[in-house]
């Protein structure tokens, strides 16, 4: 066996494939180019470094499950221009992961939500940090399904294990609110404007209402404000 096939066996056998797989060529040019053994150990462990940080992102790209690859600079600002384009900016920093505070993003379907999430957590992703999708329909049907097992604490850790956790709303969220309020006995009543909402609150002298940040015409926590003020509605527990 010569030197050359030695060396490539035992890089192999340390599981440092790619240099295993370049070390030779890195050898030839090495005496052509007359480099130093320093330069040359300094080029063949960055190539190996190289191929172990790639392999390494690709499997936390695969565990994080995000459904596309979205960057910050592929967002559209000019067709959004009521999104912050310093404060994506700034989030893109990930200072933000330094002190745990979460991120919400609010706005009508289509505007880029889930686009913006996933760009940034694609970037801690990429600077090291362990990241996961998941969809506000799929984890509350996960959890609910592992309380029902006993194994809610080892499901937990799915979600809370990761440094970065990207929840997607999704419309049938709501369904399931509905159908796990109305399989306990409750009445439910859908509206989708404050007006009409306030409608029903009067109407049908509800116990709660249930408020979604994002409606139309006003915001969430806008309308909780406005039902809390009226004394009529003093009864009337607001979730939000």
């Not at 190996?48 to 690859?69: E, G, V």
């Not at 309020?181 to 306030?198: D, K, M, Q, Y």
Request: net charge neutral; with cysteine.
């Amino acid at each position: 066996m010569s030197v050359y096939e030695q060396i490539k066996d035992d890089l192999g056998y340390l599981q440092m494939d790619r240099a295993a797989e370049v070390f030779a060529t890195l050898a030839e040019d090495a005496r052509s180019d007359d480099w130093t053994h320093i330069e040359f150990l300094a080029r063949l462990v960055a190539e190996q470094a190289d191929a172990t940080r790639n392999r390494r992102l690709a499997a936390r790209l695969r565990f994080a499950r995000f459904p596309f690859r979205k960057t910050i600079t592929e967002f559209d600002f000019e067709f959004q221009p009521t999104v912050d384009r310093r404060l994506i900016e700034d989030l893109a920093t990930l200072r933000f992961m330094d002190t745990g505070r979460p991120i919400l993003f609010l706005g009508q379907p289509g505007c880029g939500k889930t686009h913006l999430a996933v760009a940034i957590a694609t970037l801690a992703v990429e600077a090291g940090f362990r990241g996961y999708f998941t969809n506000a329909e799929e984890m509350v049907a996960n959890i609910a399904q592992a309380t029902r097992e006993g194994n809610l604490a080892s499901k937990l850790k799915t979600y809370t294990a990761p440094s970065v956790l990207v929840i997607d709303d999704s419309d049938t969220a709501r369904a399931i609110t509905r159908r796990h309020l109305e399989a306990h006995g409750h009445r439910v009543l859908e509206r989708s404007t404050p007006i009409g909402a306030t409608r029903e609150v009067v109407q049908h002298r509800v116990d709660a209402v249930l408020i979604d940040l994002d409606m139309p015409v006003m915001r969430g926590d806008a309308f909780a404000a406005l039902l809390r003020r009226n004394p009529r509605l003093s009864h009337v527990a607001v979730v939000l």
